[in-house]
């Protein structure tokens, strides 16, 4: 298939706007094939409503974007086929237990043996002990990977990741980085949307940034770090960062 | 119509059947309001109404009560639909590969579910109450298809408010003069003791023909035209409430 080749996402001159409020002014990128995309942004830039072009949940006023190949406005089933949406904000069914969430989708996307996939998605995100109890009662990080662990359900190539660690404690967001990364290894693309620099910095092949409806920047972090002066040489004691210090009283091997 | 549309609408009304059983406060609150007025009506002010027919005053106004009974348990259907919208789950669910209306239909059939199982138990309080009827079998049929098609119809119009509301209060207030709609009808006194023009209304609004057709039906007396009023109505609010809910989904899901 011709689909192999192209890239895995391709976005030219996408434009939206709520009213009056002109989001986005023309957006054009490209996510190669089993890498790792972040897009950066500041509260509002329009990186929720990037995804949900991308992920058929709303339609584009002007310019085209394709997903595995398929355009998101007149092939939006075959979208559907290849992707998979986290949004921002965790999308599970509270009243279902975690397993019960999981052997949903697994149905929903018709899926053998909902049963089993269930079983190795909780072992895998270290949910087996929570899972037969009621999402309401998880805390935000576990709803977090119930939520991503929904999303991997059927391994579709293409994942759409809305600020997947915003509110999670520093363990959490590591465990979620480890995720992201075994995903990118198996082949998987990934287009991450986050405010925080260090998980673009951690996590993306290459990292573009949205600003004011357009994407002014777009490169490898080596590229971007170039567009500023070059680094001055500067001695400083090496002190320990919050996190490092976090990290090591909580203890975890994460 | 997607070729999943069956299977995947089965399994979404599974998931919300769930919700039901493990929050059978829904159907036991949709019961006790009219269960309440009923034992108000034939208690308190019944020795004081004249229906003008000397069987028991529970016998005449059933009917009227079982209307209200769906009118009420109808919110319900709202506020479901409203929380998966606010929860992300909504958006979850038509990002997958997924027919994209199972998600209504599977909220629809389970409000028919919850609403029959409501008014089965109102009818038998009313039993207890000393309700009696010599409807044969098909009779009752033919009551319970009524009841089927007013909740269907009842049902759609909730829908609107769960998919379009910004608060939880404005997903659930429409049901509020559908519960009103009976008290000018002939459910509780007969249309003849009105004043003109609320006669005028009482007479020529939905709600009088239906209760007329099903009382008709359990007190064994000809059925007339009323049974036929009574479904061009249902199912020409079906038909407008359906139109208009499924405008409102495209809209949303645009
Ligand atoms: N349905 C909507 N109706 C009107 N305006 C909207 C709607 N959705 C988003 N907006 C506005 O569009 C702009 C971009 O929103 P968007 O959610 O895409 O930003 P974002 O980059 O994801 O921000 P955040 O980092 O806060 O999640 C914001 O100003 C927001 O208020
Ligand atoms: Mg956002």
Redesign the pocket.
């Known amino acids: 298939m011709t689909t192999q080749q192209a890239p895995a996402i391709q976005v030219h001159g996408l434009e939206k706007s709520?009213?009056e409020?002109h989001?986005l002014r023309g957006v054009d990128f490209e996510v190669a094939r089993g890498s790792i995309f972040a897009l950066l942004?500041?509260?509002?830039?329009?990186?929720?409503?990037a995804v949900k072009i991308l992920s058929t949940l709303l339609k584009a006023d002007a310019g085209t974007a394709r997903v595995n190949g398929f355009d998101v406005a007149t092939q939006a089933a075959n979208v559907r086929e290849s992707i998979s949406l986290t949004g921002?904000f965790a999308a599970v069914d509270e009243i279902l237990s975690g397993r019960e969430n999981l052997v949903l989708v697994a149905r929903l996307r018709h899926l053998k043996n909902p049963g089993k996939i269930a079983d190795d998605l909780l072992e895998r995100f270290s949910l087996t002990d929570a899972g037969g109890r009621k999402a309401a009662t998880y805390s935000g990080g576990m709803r977090r990977r119930l939520d991503i662990a929904m999303s991997l359900i059927g391994d579709p190539p293409i994942i759409f990741l809305d600020?997947p660690t915003t509110g999670l404690d520093p363990q959490a967001r590591i465990e979620v980085w480890q995720a992201v990364r075994e995903l990118a290894d198996q082949g998987t693309t990934v287009l991450l949307?986050t405010?925080y620099l260090d998980e673009a910095e951690q996590l993306a092949d290459r990292i573009a940034i949205l600003h004011e409806g357009r994407i002014i920047v777009n490169g490898t972090l080596a590229e971007l770090k170039q567009l500023l002066p070059p680094a001055k040489v500067e001695y400083v004691e090496k002190q320990p960062t919050l996190e490092d210090v976090f990290l090591t009283l909580v203890g975890t091997k994460a | 119509m997607s070729k999943h549309f069956f299977g995947d609408t089965t399994v979404l009304l599974g998931r919300s059947l769930r919700h039901i059983t493990r929050s059978p406060d829904t159907i036991i609150t949709t019961a006790i309001m009219p269960i309440a007025m009923m034992l108000m009506f034939v208690y308190v002010f019944g020795g004081a109404i004249r229906t003008g027919s000397d069987s028991s005053y529970v016998n005449y106004m059933l009917p009227g009560i079982l209307l209200i009974t769906v009118a009420s348990g109808i919110a319900y259907t709202a506020y479901r639909l409203f929380m998966d919208m606010k929860g992300g789950i909504f958006e979850r669910f038509q990002s997958m590969p997924t027919a994209r209306s199972s998600v209504l239909w599977a909220h629809v059939l389970t409000s028919l579910v919850a609403n029959l199982i409501s008014l089965v138990v109102v009818t038998l309080v009313a039993l207890l109450m000393g309700f009696r009827s010599g409807a044969g079998v098909s009779a009752w049929l033919a009551v319970a298809g009524i009841l089927i098609l007013f909740t269907l119809a009842l049902t759609w119009i909730a829908v609107i408010p769960g998919l379009s509301a910004k608060t939880m209060e404005g997903a659930s207030a429409f049901s509020y003069p559908l519960i009103f709609l009976p008290f000018l009808s002939s459910a509780f006194v007969p249309t003849a003791t009105m004043p003109g023009p609320v006669r005028f209304f009482a007479e020529n609004q939905p709600v009088t023909s239906i209760v007329n057709a099903i009382r008709a039906l359990f007190t064994g007396t000809p059925v007339g035209t009323d049974i036929w009023i009574a479904l061009a109505w249902c199912v020409g609010i079906l038909v407008v409430a359906y139109a208009f809910a499924m405008r409102t989904y495209r809209r949303k899901i645009s």
Request: glycine residues 18%.
């Open positions: 709520y009213k409020l989001v942004g500041s509260n509002g830039a329009g990186k929720t409503t921002q600020e949307t405010q």
